[in-house]
């Protein structure tokens, strides 16, 4: 099975270290490179093309948000983990928004780090329990007071399923043998569901079923 590939995005040495430490015994995670600033996770990213960025938010020239959004649109399958000190809800949101596919606080315990870069490293989303509560509150929120139109009812049958199966965290291979279609079948659908609800991201794929009570992070 081939390994999780990943760079370590920290401004500080003896963090990047301790990762490390943990990281480079697991028999499938290997670790790419160290950078010390947005600026060079980018450069290093667009390079080495990266499973897993693994991204602190606050670094010197370039934060962790923007580092983001531009490996997200220079390097589209290469996931971003944020693990970082902040757990406010305008860090989280904005992480999220940037197109991140996990948000992990450093005063979580190694497993749980372990846990969050192998689901993100199997394409699923992975928001740690205390920040999802609150990304569910917030779409709740916004589904009380009628912030956005709800369309699920444009989608088909099968696109529903689909969608299901995208937020509970499932690959396309997996959608694909789990509803005996092809992988080209669960692509052209995932395309058909993102436009029809103007969606651009796996994340928003999520949040969105969240908000309808499609998944429920709580099980």
């Known amino acids: 099975m081939p390994k999780i590939t990943l760079i370590l995005a920290d401004d500080h040495a003896v963090v990047r270290s301790g990762l490390r430490m943990l990281l480079e015994v697991q028999p499938d995670i290997e670790i790419l ?61 904005e992480m999220l928004h940037a197109g991140a596919s996990g948000y992990v606080p450093k005063r979580a315990a190694p497993d749980e780090l372990l846990t969050a870069i192998r689901a993100v490293g199997r394409g699923e989303v992975y928001l740690y329990p205390s920040l999802a509560s609150r990304l569910v509150q917030d779409y709740l929120k916004r589904a009380d007071s009628g912030d956005q139109p709800l369309i699920y009812d444009d989608l088909t049958p099968r696109e529903r399923e689909v969608l299901t199966l995208i937020a509970e965290g499932l690959t396309n291979p997996e959608i694909a043998e789990k509803l005996v279609i092809s992988v080209k079948t669960v692509d052209r659908h995932r395309e058909n569901i993102m436009r029809k609800l103007n969606l651009h991201s796996r994340i928003d794929l999520v949040k969105y079923a969240l908000r309808i009570g499609l998944i429920d992070l709580a099980d």
Do not use: C, H, R, W
């Open 33 to 93: 490179a160290e950078v010390e600033s947005g600026t060079e996770a980018v450069a290093k990213t667009q390079s080495l093309l990266p499973d897993i960025v693994l991204m602190d938010i606050q670094m010197p020239g370039l934060n962790g948000i923007e580092a983001t959004k531009q490996i997200k649109k220079l390097a589209p399958d290469t996931a971003v983990l944020a693990l970082t000190m902040y757990e406010d809800d305008q860090y989280f949101f």
